[in-house]
């Protein structure tokens, strides 16, 4: 049976701890990245020239260069500049690596939120304003609410591209799902179906995401 | 304080030696771009056939590929590749890591732009089949000569776009021993280290040639895609935009 394989390591748990990292890798990176993304979003429609170079810098930067260039910028740069998270160098290696993640889907995260952002109807805006709100008081009781209904469905796509893009954190030493899969490999040679294990371990993952997302998309899109 | 080494930036021969890892990540991009579309437009036209037998394997291959990371399909080619192909090539066969890594790149990015490609043929109006078809056209020839020509040209801006993404890509197989931009870089490290300059070169380097083809492709711009195919667009390069 393909994938019986992730059952017979009873006593040490190789892939369903791989998974568990898995999962605490997305959640984490996922909160980081939308956190970062609303604050760049936000300096990216600022009207403080600066603020929104800086917003567009971090964007270009983080969405042109390879994830795996920065996660070995943060694991191996970092450390080497004096910061680092944690003593334990386990515990240093996950931090990084969500760190890393964060940061690279905040950049996608902020393009979708500004999109939302933009989309908001001028007219709304505009008498907003003139009602007296001020610029932070309107775009928080104003434009961002109704942004996050466009928002959601793309975010959820970029959630999906997050969870297998952790698989990455397995080059800097996290111990997440892929590596459970090389670990299994390397002690039982049985190479096929350790990655087959491996590969429906992220199918669990990922489609029923996929068809979360697919489903959000006709419910948002209907009431709009 | 650590001595510094920005010098290693000034030297031709180091310079020469990031210009062999650029090369290779080219070369790894062409190959497998190249192997994706062959691929993509069979599982396109698969996935839109009547024929059930045809139509239910492209959709299992697509969302499966789709749903799994680029770094397991280059993992596994890299590990279980050469016995795989040695019934093709021979017991002899050795799968290069360069290999694995056009097999694995390319294999992913052939469901992407298999998807990419299918958005592209549905955004046509059906009247252009339906003319093909009581021209006398059969089936295939209406494809082949009306259907795909214009769906294609439609999608060169995503395709191109695409591109980006599989340069940044390449840099996974620095992880399998290919000594592209990355790996030439990691290289250097392990002599000298010197993370920060070395990283943050491979990054400028990455970010001058992803840019620019970004900028390019937006100039091209969706603009003559209808709105449908653009939506569809943008959600398949959320979605499967890996590293």
């Given at each position: ?6 059952f ?6 190789l892939y369903?701890?791989?998974l ?8 984490l990176?996922l ?7 609303i604050?760049?979003?936000l ?8 603020l929104r ?6 964007v ?12 070995f910028f943060?694991?191996?740069a ?9 003593d334990?160098?386990?515990?240093f290696n ?9 940061l690279?889907h905040?950049a ?6 500004r ?5 908001v109807?001028?007219?709304?805006i505009?008498?907003?304003?003139s ?5 932070r ?5 104003v434009?961002l ?7 959601i469905?793309?975010?959820?796509n970029i959630?999906?591209?997050l ?7 397995k080059?800097?030493g996290?111990?997440?799902l892929l590596?459970?899969?090389d670990?299994v490999?390397?002690a039982?040679?049985?190479t096929?179906e ?9 199918l669990?993952?990922t489609?029923p995401?996929?068809?979360?997302v697919?489903w959000l ?7 709009r | ?17 990031f210009?062999a890892?650029?090369?290779q ?5 062409v190959a497998?771009?190249a192997?994706?579309f062959v ?10 056939s009547?024929?059930r037998?045809?139509r239910?394997p492209?959709?299992?291959?697509i ?8 770094l397991l ?5 890299y590990?279980?590749?050469s016995?795989?192909?040695q019934?093709i090539f021979?017991p ?5 890591p360069?290999?694995a890594?056009v097999?694995?790149?390319?294999l992913?990015t052939?469901?992407?732009l298999?998807?990419?490609i299918?958005a592209g043929?549905?955004s046509?109006?059906r009247?252009?089949?339906?003319a093909?078809?009581a021209?006398?056209?059969s089936?295939?020839?209406a ?10 040209r ?7 776009s695409?591109?980006?993404?599989i ?7 620095a ?11 990691r290289?250097i490290y392990n002599?000298?280290f ?6 943050l070169?491979?990054?400028?380097i990455?970010f001058?040639?992803c840019?620019a083809?970004?900028q390019?492709s937006?100039?091209l711009e969706?603009?003559?895609?209808p ?9 398949i ?7």
């Amino acid at each position: 049976m393909p994938g019986g394989i992730i059952f017979e390591f009873p006593q040490q748990y190789l892939y369903p701890d791989g998974l568990w990292t898995t999962i605490q890798l997305s959640v984490l990176g996922l909160i980081g990245s939308i956190v970062l993304g609303i604050v760049i979003a936000l300096f990216r429609i600022s009207p403080f020239l600066p603020l929104r170079w800086l917003g567009t810098a971090y964007v270009e930067f983080f969405r042109n260069t390879p994830l795996l260039v920065q996660l070995f910028f943060l694991f191996f740069a970092l450390p080497a500049l004096g910061i680092r998270f944690s003593d334990d160098a386990f515990v240093f290696n996950f931090r990084a690596a969500v760190l890393g993640i964060a940061l690279y889907h905040a950049a996608y995260v902020a393009e979708v939120i500004r999109g939302g952002l933009l989309g908001v109807d001028r007219g709304q805006i505009e008498a907003a304003r003139s009602l007296g709100l001020s610029y932070r008081q309107m775009l928080r009781e104003v434009q961002l609410p109704q942004a996050v209904r466009s928002v959601i469905p793309p975010i959820g796509n970029i959630a999906i591209a997050l969870a297998k893009n952790t698989a990455l954190a397995k080059t800097i030493g996290v111990a997440e799902l892929l590596a459970a899969g090389d670990y299994v490999e390397a002690a039982t040679f049985r190479t096929v179906e350790a990655y087959v294990a491996v590969a429906l371990l992220y199918l669990v993952l990922t489609l029923p995401m996929a068809a979360g997302v697919n489903w959000l998309e006709k419910r948002l899109l209907v009431a709009r | 304080m650590r001595p510094d080494t920005w010098w290693i930036f000034t030297d031709v021969n180091f310079l020469r030696f990031f210009g062999a890892g650029l090369i290779q990540t080219m070369l790894l991009s062409v190959a497998a771009i190249a192997l994706a579309f062959v691929v993509a437009l069979v599982f396109a036209l698969g996935r839109m056939s009547h024929r059930r037998w045809l139509r239910w394997p492209s959709i299992a291959y697509i969302e499966t590929i789709r749903a799994l990371p680029v770094l397991l399909l280059i993992v596994f080619f890299y590990i279980k590749g050469s016995s795989l192909l040695q019934p093709i090539f021979g017991p002899e066969f050795n799968l290069q890591p360069f290999w694995a890594g056009v097999l694995g790149l390319g294999l992913y990015t052939s469901a992407v732009l298999a998807e990419i490609i299918r958005a592209g043929i549905l955004s046509l109006p059906r009247g252009q089949t339906e003319a093909a078809r009581a021209l006398g056209l059969s089936h295939v020839r209406a494809m082949r000569y009306v259907i795909l020509p214009q769906g294609l040209r439609l999608m060169v801006p995503a395709m191109m776009s695409q591109l980006t993404t599989i340069i940044k890509d390449t840099s996974l197989v620095a992880t399998i021993g290919v000594s592209d931009l990355l790996g030439q870089g990691r290289i250097i490290y392990n002599r000298y280290f010197n993370p920060i300059e070395v990283f943050l070169f491979v990054a400028v380097i990455y970010f001058v040639i992803c840019f620019a083809l970004s900028q390019a492709s937006r100039r091209l711009e969706l603009g003559n895609a209808p709105k449908a195919a653009r939506a569809k667009i943008r959600e398949i390069q959320l979605r499967d935009q890996a590293a």
